[in-house]
């Protein structure tokens, strides 16, 4: 089992940036991939970025690629997504997921996919 906690979330200005974290608990130390989610008010929760255990392997939507990236550091068992940029159509819930892999480069796009998710971090951008 993993256990997820979303942070970094706030009221910004349309241009800002924001970093946000995933702070990720699995007790018998497998390996997890993790995508990010994001859902806006009356839309379906759609995909945004993932990455690898090991890192290597990213994998970001299409419309975000230039201005989100996604990275972790195993070490801390943190996950981030880094917003640059950030328009009124970025606010949104943004919720982190993972699956247990045996996988290193494994990653995904589809919610189906993955097991465990946070509760959400919101991120609200005013023009």
């Known amino acids: 089992q993993v256990r997820l906690a979303e942070s970094g979330g706030g009221l910004v200005q349309a241009g800002a940036s924001l970093k946000l974290s995933c702070s990720a608990s699995?007790?018998?130390?497998?390996?997890?991939?993790v995508g990010w989610f994001r859902q806006a008010p009356g839309k379906d929760r759609e995909f945004v970025a993932a990455?690898?255990?090991?890192?290597?392997?990213?994998f970001l939507t299409n419309s975000v690629k230039d201005r989100f990236s996604i990275s972790r550091d195993n070490a801390k068992s943190t996950i981030y997504l880094q917003i640059n940029n950030l328009e009124p159509e970025d606010t949104a819930v943004y919720y982190c997921?993972?699956?247990?892999?045996?996988?290193?480069?494994?990653?995904?796009?589809?919610?189906?996919?993955?097991?465990?998710w946070g509760q959400g971090t919101q991120v609200t951008v005013a023009s």
């Open positions: 990455i690898s255990w090991i890192g290597t392997s990213t």
């Open positions: 997921a993972a699956r247990i892999t045996n996988v290193e480069s494994y990653t995904s796009p589809r919610r189906r996919d993955y097991d465990y």
């Open positions: 699995e007790p018998d130390g497998d390996m997890y991939t």
